[in-house]
């Protein structure tokens, strides 16, 4: 039978009042600065009471009760308050077991690994988790000169993993909650700028110039299907069905990990145009040449010159920059072919309901965004347009020339051969992004690609060289 203590577990020491007990088989002695007094000492007693009760209960934070303990940092994580880089740690570590399971997006863990070690864990990883107050969050965010879009992805990321620690401590108050996003409105949306047919003809020849007809295919054919990049590399050869015209898109490639769902999380099978098709023809040819040569091992329909699949988006669209920055257009970044598309469609007289179920938009999206383009529309453009496409309806030879126009092909156009000065806007303020077309098209009157001009706070491009007429639409590539 062990020896009865005398004091209660608490002594005098060195004016504090010491506490004895003992957590999991181990023996600990914190002081508090309460000074020894018998008062005192029976009252910290009946605190130590009541200290035995919770560890007991197994609800005892040692950090809270004894927050100048020397040996704090080398106590069990059980036994103390974590630091905000234990729960970060832990916070990714959970989400790594949901994209394993197929719960959550690896681009999503991707952004938000990069938030917290990148903004938060430099300026608060130290700080313990349940000390840390709102305004230190307030104050860190308030530090960093962000756009309102990723002024909300850094709140967001915070905001969930605060989340995800305080659900141990749902009694008390989680600071990061009260952080408000930035509200986005009309004007902060990207504006979308399509390209007009001639432009984009003449961009899609000098890409099949510059880097072979591999990369010129995959471009040319995001002009006309208007696919989303993660969308476009991630088609196999059975999507596509030869016999109907039509693609079936069921899945996505981001960040090199193939998901077996679109953005959207919706499939859907589109209808090729003539010209669409076209290409899918040259690629296959293509591809067959090289699996025939060995260079192919995989069963994607787009790839490298070298024969390789596209995991990644950096390398076609280091092509797409360099290419276009040496033309007379207007730098646009690539998504604007998928804006281009929809534009088309929509300026030919497709309905609305078609083309937001052929492109994976809602219909508000339609007409929230692109209803702008499809008025008043010059009959020569919707020519050009629908001849590019491959949708060529026949004219009386004596109608006016205006309409009997006819756009060429991109292997009809004329490249510059000298360089030209790069456009000096800043391309990043004009592209909807991965996450969409999120925008907002203000309307003013003369636009080149229709009769009216959206909000261009760059300007118009170059005037293009005058494109010779001819009668025939040509769908075969010439070397």
Known sequence: MGRRSITGGVV???????????????RYRPTLRWEPSEANLRRAREHLRRIKARIAAGTFNFAEE???FRGLQKLPLSLRAPSCSEVFDAFLQHEE?????????????????????HVWRPAIGRLPFLGVRYSTLVKVADSHTWKKKTYNNAISALRRAFEFGYRDDPDKRDPAAALKGARIGKRDRPV?????????????AALHRDWGEAHGNYDEFRFFTGLRPSEQIALLVTDYDRSHGALSVTKARVAGVDKDVTKTGNDRRIALSPRAAAVL??????????????QIDHEHLFFTATGESIRRLHVPYSHWRRTLRRLPI??????AARHSSVSWDLMIG??????AKQHGHSLLTMLRVYAAWTADTLEADAEAIREAMGDVTPKPADAPVARRFRAHLALDLPVAG?????STGKDEEIDGGEGGIRTHVPVLPDHPISSRRRYDRFGTSPALPKIPRRRRIMLNWRE
């Open 418 to 422: 000298r360089r030209v000065e790069p």
């Open 350 to 355: 497709r309905n609305p309901l078609w083309v």
């Open 66 to 68: 004894f927050p100048d």
């Open 192 to 204: 979308i700028d399509p390209f007009s047919i001639q432009e984009a003809e003449r961009l899609i």
């Open 281 to 294: 023809e040259r690629q296959l040819v293509l591809r067959g040449r090289l699996w025939r040569a060995g």
């Open 330 to 335: 207007r730098y646009r970044k690539p998504y």
């Open 12 to 26: 005098p020491a060195n004016g504090r009042i010491q506490f004895d007990f003992a957590i999991e088989g181990s």
């Open 97 to 117: 077991t949901r994209v394993a399971k197929g719960d959550l997006a690896t681009s999503t863990l991707a952004s938000h690994r990069q938030c917290l070690d």
